[in-house]
């Protein structure tokens, strides 16, 4: 073969190889960002929904196989087309590609893939044909028709849904997402619902003569305010 056409073609394979470096690199960031946001959303819901075991099974199972999905088609696969093992671009889609990039190029790419593949007629005028429409396009950096600049640039969508945990975190709320998480993932566990409210008795202990009436005082906290208080003792259930 061509000394000349073995170069050319080594550059294209690169070319294809880094394209789809490119692609796993986006299909990372695409899919980190969809299942981090994915995974607040649910979070939330389940929060304010306290679902029981079976609804979470079904947000856990659904999550896991979307995720799947995700990394399979976004980073999987041209993976695996990067070791060959699943059918990727061919020379000419790549010449069109590149062709993109540098006006001109394709037709010439394409062109001179096209005489290789003549069988007929004075081969070594198709050579010198081949070899002179090369030396056209040798010093054209294929690498370039890739933009990294571009791909690498979609990585700040990424902090949205990390400002998001931030905020829950920093306004002391960061129970909405690890609590709601930890539900989903344990989604075979009872967890009861905590009340909307909590007492905070201002004395760990309260000291009383037998037979006196004392005055309890507690702080009320939460969403809600109970109708009622009862104190239960050893002995009875007082109502406040």
């Not at 399979?72 to 993109?100: D, M, Q, T, V, Y």
């Not at 893939?113 to 294929?142: R, V, W, Y």
């Not at 009340?195 to 905070?200: D, G, H, I, S, V």
């Amino acid at each position: 073969m061509n000394h000349n056409y073995t170069t050319l073609l080594k550059k294209l394979n690169l070319f294809i190889r880094e394209y789809y470096k490119n692609q796993m690199l986006l299909g990372t960031i695409y899919s980190t960002i969809g299942l981090v946001s994915a995974l607040i959303m649910l979070a939330i819901i389940e929060h304010y929904g306290f679902f029981n075991g079976f609804i979470r099974s079904i947000i856990f199972w659904s999550y896991l196989f979307f995720s799947a999905l995700a990394c399979g088609w976004f980073i999987l696969r041209p993976f695996l087309k990067i070791l060959r093992l699943s059918e990727r671009l061919s020379h000419k889609e790549a010449a069109r590609i590149i062709g993109k990039h540098f006006g001109g190029v394709s037709d010439k790419l394409t062109n001179i893939l096209e005489l290789n593949d003549i069988d007929k007629g004075n081969a070594e005028i198709i050579k010198a044909s081949i070899d002179q429409k090369i030396q056209e396009i040798e010093l054209t950096p294929f690498h370039l028709a890739i933009n990294w600049k571009k791909t690498l640039s979609y990585g700040k969508y990424l902090f949205l849904p990390i400002s998001i945990v931030l905020i829950f975190v920093i306004s002391g709320n960061r129970e909405v997402i690890s609590e709601s998480t930890h539900r989903i993932i344990n989604y075979n566990s009872e967890f009861i619902k905590p009340a909307p409210f909590y007492f905070k008795l201002p004395h760990d202990t309260i000291k009383v003569l037998e037979k006196t009436n004392v005055n309890v005082a507690l702080e009320i906290f939460g969403d809600e305010r109970p109708k009622e208080v009862f104190v239960i003792s050893s002995l009875r259930t007082i109502n406040g």
